[in-house]
């Protein structure tokens, strides 16, 4: 599912993307074609951010190992100086 997510935002992106080089050119169609593609994209991004969270509580994606801290340096007391 979040396979199939992934291409459909890829899609998008192309498509905006393309339609963002006209736009510059001056075409008006690709400019309303940006405004209600981008309401598509956040339609979708809703859906992928689902799809993640459910995928993390499932453990589909891969868990990197946690950074090694450093050990914080003791500090150490000594004399005061005057």
């Known amino acids: ?10 899609a998008l ?3 905006l993307k393309k ?3 006209k736009v510059e050119k ?3 169609a690709a400019s309303q074609r940006i405004r209600t593609g981008s ?4 339609k979708v991004a809703k859906i992928y ?23 914080e340096a003791k500090k150490v007391k000594g004399k005061k100086r005057r």
């Open 1 to 10: 599912m979040i396979k199939d997510t992934i291409k459909t935002i890829h």
């Open 13 to 15: 992106l192309d498509a």
């Open 19 to 21: 339609d963002l080089h």
């Open 26 to 28: 001056g075409n008006k």
């Open 39 to 42: 309401i598509k994209l956040g």
């Open 49 to 71: 951010r689902k799809e993640s969270v459910l995928a993390e509580k499932k453990g589909s994606f891969k868990k990197t190992k946690p950074s090694k801290k450093k050990p």
